[in-house]
Nanobody, 127 residues
Framework: QVQLVESGGGLVQAGGSLRLSCAASGRTFTRYAVGWFRQAPGKEREFIAAVSWSSVNTYYTDSVKGRFTISRDNAKNTVYLQMNSLKPEDTAVYYC????????????????????WGQGTQVTVSS
């Protein structure tokens, strides 16, 4: 069993930055791929970024490329999402999720491949 807890959300002005953290329990977390998703009111959950267990592979949706960076510190069982140049349209609840079986054979952009989810953290970007 893996428990994921997101933190770091908050209210920020457009152009500002936030760093989200996804802290996990369970020592095998270091072998899992991890993704970040977000969901704005009235919209479907959207893939943002993902990182393989080794950090060799990272993936981003086009709308955040060049602004967001996903990273992980396996010694701390934590995955980060550094968000720069934030825009009002980035406002959403942000979730992290862990995939326990990814070996590179399928996309990490689909929410249904993930086995564990956190409760989410709210990010609000004011204009």
């Amino acid at each position: 069993q893996v428990q994921l807890v997101e933190s770091g959300g908050g209210l920020v002005q457009a152009g500002g930055s936030l760093r989200l953290s996804c802290a996990a329990s369970g020592r095998t977390f270091t072998r899992y791929a991890v993704g970040w998703f977000r969901q704005a009111p009235g919209k479907e959950r959207e893939f943002i970024a993902a990182v393989s267990w080794s950090s060799v592979n990272t993936y981003y949706t086009d709308s955040v490329k060049g602004r967001f960076t996903i990273s992980r510190d396996n010694a701390k069982n934590t995955v980060y999402l550094q968000m720069n140049s934030l825009k009002p349209e980035d406002t959403a609840v942000y979730y992290c999720a862990a995939d326990t079986t990814w070996g590179g054979s399928y996309s990490l952009s689909s929410s249904h491949v993930y086995d564990y989810w956190g409760q989410g953290t709210q990010v609000t970007v004011s204009s």
